[in-house]
């Protein structure tokens, strides 16, 4: 719980603790009982989040972003009884359906003829260990924690990569630095917010 | 337990769903069999989540909450129920959905006596996708890469002058490489190749083969 305390003040705007467990709630009452009301709540925290997403690197248009928008939030609704609140926090879960629709949709607009939905790469077994999910939850309001702490020019690439969507080729070649750069900046960020893993 | 994995730089681009559909669904076919790479891909996950949760939300109006409310009794489309009713075993689901059936009944194309290959379509057009199943004992020809390839073990093994590989080892390599893979003597070996340009053989006996070794993406 100090953790948070700390986090309030580094400028990062994620929800508090209890603001997370809200929107496992939700999601848990969509499961359950197909709540609107909880979907409406759910809606309008993070529809605004997902339109952002799609903007961001002004990869999608205004009309395939609203229509991302749509989208990600149906299947959130479709798919609420596959969420585990003991695996995942509400907020990993909606930016990973919001993440797998945007690369099918980038897929789409390129015309991919494939077999293949950003869903099919979820791995089949899940981490289930009750010790990784310990990990897991700290790692999430560790990085939460450190995210603040980054240079701007780690945390810039950082929103690159994961928020626009570019690879590091199309980072560096934005950002007019040498690839290697762009990998050795993503490489010392992961390192500082101390999500390596030892192998 | 895979010993080999892809670097951080190729698990943060496949968190960040920007690597190419091919790669990607090689990477994806590695987690299968690797726990730490779940575990570090999970918490790269975290990583996008505490990011976006960062965002400064754009606001959405009320109408198109209305839209999706009166979508929500819509029924899902189909590929959203995942069909797992084929008994592949230990293989992958991103290699099931490309396969329906099991590895003898893909269709194989001979390349040498110890050699054949089967090509996958994922749709990627810039990537061929093919499993090559190399007899126990038997070698590829020494080759270089045009371009990049990533190859995954999915049976058996195979080795070359930097190592031994087993069932779920990840192999990252790039045009400068040139090697000559022999499977392991005691069992035949199928591996996942993701290549984005042909292989080049660089031993007399095999040089010929070049022109004809054309990149089978898509």
């Given at each position: 719980?100090?953790?948070?305390?700390?986090?309030?003040?580094?400028?990062?705007?994620?929800?508090?603790?209890?603001?997370?467990?809200?929107?496992?709630?939700?999601?848990?009452?969509?499961?359950?009982?197909?709540?609107?009301?909880?979907?409406?709540?759910?809606?309008?925290?993070?529809?605004?989040?997902?339109?952002?997403?799609?903007?961001?690197?002004?990869?999608?248009?205004?009309?395939?972003?609203?229509?991302?928008?749509?989208?990600?939030?149906?299947?959130?609704?479709?798919?609420?009884?596959?969420?585990?609140?003991?695996?995942?926090?509400?907020?990993?879960?909606?930016?990973?359906?919001?993440?797998?629709?945007?690369?099918?949709?980038?897929?789409?607009?390129?015309?991919?003829?494939?077999?293949?939905?950003?869903?099919?790469?979820?791995?089949?077994?899940?981490?289930?260990?009750?010790?990784?999910?310990?990990?897991?939850?700290?790692?999430?309001?560790?990085?939460?924690?450190?995210?603040?702490?980054?240079?701007?020019?780690?945390?810039?690439?950082?929103?690159?990569?994961?928020?626009?969507?570019?690879?590091?080729?199309?980072?560096?070649?934005?950002?007019?630095?040498?690839?290697?750069?762009?990998?050795?900046?993503?490489?010392?960020?992961?390192?500082?917010?101390?999500?390596?893993?030892?192998? | 337990?895979?010993?080999?994995?892809?670097?951080?730089?190729?698990?943060?681009?496949?968190?960040?769903?920007?690597?190419?559909?091919?790669?990607?669904?090689?990477?994806?076919?590695?987690?299968?069999?690797?726990?730490?790479?779940?575990?570090?891909?999970?918490?790269?996950?975290?990583?996008?989540?505490?990011?976006?949760?960062?965002?400064?939300?754009?606001?959405?109006?009320?109408?198109?909450?209305?839209?999706?409310?009166?979508?929500?009794?819509?029924?899902?489309?189909?590929?959203?129920?995942?069909?797992?009713?084929?008994?592949?075993?230990?293989?992958?689901?991103?290699?099931?959905?490309?396969?329906r059936g099991d590895f003898s009944e893909l269709s194989w194309k001979k390349l040498?006596?110890?050699?054949?290959?089967?090509?996958?379509?994922?749709?990627?057009?810039?990537?061929?996708?093919?499993?090559?199943?190399?007899?126990?004992?038997?070698?590829?020809?020494?080759?270089?890469?045009?371009?990049?390839?990533?190859?995954?073990?999915?049976?058996?093994?195979?080795?070359?002058?930097?190592?031994?590989?087993?069932?779920?080892?990840?192999?990252?390599?790039?045009?400068?490489?040139?090697?000559?893979?022999?499977?392991?003597?005691?069992?035949?070996?199928?591996?996942?190749?993701?290549?984005?340009?042909?292989?080049?053989?660089?031993?007399?006996?095999?040089?010929?083969?070049?022109?004809?070794?054309?990149?089978k993406a898509g």
């Open positions: 719980m100090e953790e948070q305390d700390k986090s309030a003040n580094s400028g990062w705007q994620a929800p508090s603790g209890r603001r997370t467990d809200e929107w496992s709630e939700c999601l848990t009452l969509i499961a359950a009982s197909e709540d609107r009301a909880a979907f409406t709540r759910l809606f309008r925290h993070f529809a605004p989040l997902v339109k952002a997403f799609a903007l961001s690197g002004s990869s999608l248009s205004a009309t395939h972003a609203d229509e991302l928008v749509q989208e990600v939030m149906l299947k959130v609704w479709q798919k609420a009884r596959a969420f585990d609140p003991e695996k995942a926090a509400a907020s990993t879960w909606v930016y990973t359906i919001a993440r797998n629709c945007r690369t099918d949709m980038f897929r789409r607009l390129q015309k991919f003829d494939t077999p293949l939905a950003a869903d099919d790469f979820t791995p089949d077994q899940e981490p289930s260990e009750p010790f990784a999910m310990l990990q897991s939850r700290r790692s999430r309001d560790k990085i939460h924690e450190l995210m603040g702490t980054l240079p701007p020019d780690q945390a810039q690439i950082l929103a690159k990569v994961y928020m626009e969507g570019k690879s590091h080729a199309e980072a560096a070649a934005e950002l007019d630095l040498p690839l290697g750069t762009v990998k050795s900046r993503v490489r010392l960020a992961i390192q500082k917010l101390q999500i390596q893993i030892d192998r | 337990m895979a010993k080999f994995h892809p670097s951080v730089d190729l698990l943060t681009e496949y968190t960040a769903g920007i690597l190419p559909l091919a790669q990607s669904a090689c990477i994806s076919a590695h987690l299968n069999y690797c726990q730490q790479c779940q575990q570090q891909t999970a918490r790269l996950q975290d990583l996008g989540a505490v990011l976006f949760d960062g965002l400064t939300p754009v606001p959405v109006g009320d109408a198109m909450l209305d839209r999706v409310l009166a979508r929500l009794d819509e029924e899902p489309p189909l590929s959203y129920r995942r069909a797992d009713d084929l008994s592949l075993g230990r293989l992958p689901a991103v290699l099931q959905r490309l396969m040498t006596s110890s050699l054949a290959i089967s090509h996958l379509k994922t749709g990627d057009p810039g990537y061929e996708f093919a499993l090559y199943h190399i007899k126990a004992g038997g070698r590829i020809p020494e080759h270089t890469h045009r371009g990049s390839e990533m190859t995954l073990v999915l049976q058996g093994g195979f080795s070359d002058a930097e190592g031994s590989y087993h069932e779920g080892d990840f192999i990252y390599r790039d045009a400068s490489d040139t090697h000559a893979p022999t499977a392991l003597q005691s069992e035949d070996c199928i591996c996942l190749a993701v290549l984005d340009a042909p292989l080049r053989f660089t031993g007399w006996k095999y040089r010929w083969m070049n022109p004809f070794l054309q990149l």
